[in-house]
């Protein structure tokens, strides 16, 4: 959430009507999430000028750890100096700490591809926008779960219910740091992602959902009695079920 609103804040400077902007302090701490979206809050160093060149040699992007050779234009400006500048800075505080723990296994690739392209500067921000909002829509449809097994066939499904004084255990990404609360597109990714852990018995669907919509699903090592509970399904694995107090 925080690298796709990120990418659209940088697609909105590239293409401003004042012309491309460059964020010529850009850090983390210039920034807030304001509503789910990221704010900057001081463009007291943001600029609208282009360095000028005379030729190729005159448009050097140099930065700590890595350098990018950009054209002269025939205006005698270096083109889209601006927008690479925004774009490497981004890759390297946010996507470089963010990207590669923000996904479902199946969708890291899409995620490491951006994160490449983008660390070369061989993507510009409209590539990069696209390559976001491509991910996002396979996240957000369940279409990377496409070409898996059906597991849910293995958990008794209980509406109506929850458990109590269930045993929980701890997982990463967990939103939650008391236990193993993760967000699901279906309750069949659901019953993949317990199946895959062997301390998982059970997992609960809660109300909650994520600024994607996907509902947010409990994981649990133990569980014990059940209570009535209308909004709730529990779903718990057959092996688990016997001797359970139903």
């Given at each position: 959430?925080?690298?796709?609103s990120l990418v659209k804040l940088l697609f909105?400077?590239?293409?401003?009507p004042l012309g491309s902007i460059v964020l010529l302090d850009f850090q983390p701490r210039q920034f807030v999430m304001v509503d789910g979206n990221l704010k900057v809050?001081?463009?007291?160093?943001?600029?609208?000028e282009e360095?000028?060149?005379?030729e190729d040699n005159d448009c050097t992007l140099i930065f700590p750890t890595k350098s990018f050779s950009l054209k002269c234009s025939s205006a005698g400006k270096c083109a889209g100096i601006n927008e690479k500048r925004n774009l490497f800075n981004?890759?390297?505080?946010?996507?470089t700490y963010l990207l590669p723990h923000s996904a479902p296994p199946a969708l890291q690739p899409l995620l490491s591809d951006i994160l490449n392209a983008t660390g070369d500067l061989r993507y510009g921000i409209d590539e990069t926008l696209e390559a976001f909002e491509k991910v996002l829509h396979l996240y957000k449809s369940g279409l990377y779960l496409q070409k898996r097994p059906l597991l849910l066939k293995e958990y008794i499904s209980l509406k109506g219910f929850r458990?109590?004084?269930?045993?929980?255990?701890?997982?990463?990404?967990?939103?939650?740091?008391?236990?193993?609360l993760l967000s699901v597109h279906s309750p069949e990714e659901a019953a993949a992602i317990c199946s895959s852990q062997p301390q998982c018995q059970s997992f609960i669907l809660t109300q909650q959902r994520t600024w994607t919509g996907r509902p947010l699903a409990s994981f649990q090592s133990s569980p014990t009695d059940l209570t009535p509970d209308a909004n709730a399904v529990v779903y718990i694995k057959q092996s688990a079920s016997s001797g359970r107090r139903l």
């Open positions: 959430q925080i690298c796709l909105y400077l590239a293409h401003s809050t001081d463009l007291d160093d943001a600029s609208t360095l000028s060149c005379e981004a890759y390297r505080y946010f996507f458990t109590v004084e269930a045993e929980t255990y701890r997982c990463w990404p967990s939103y939650s740091h008391l236990g193993c």
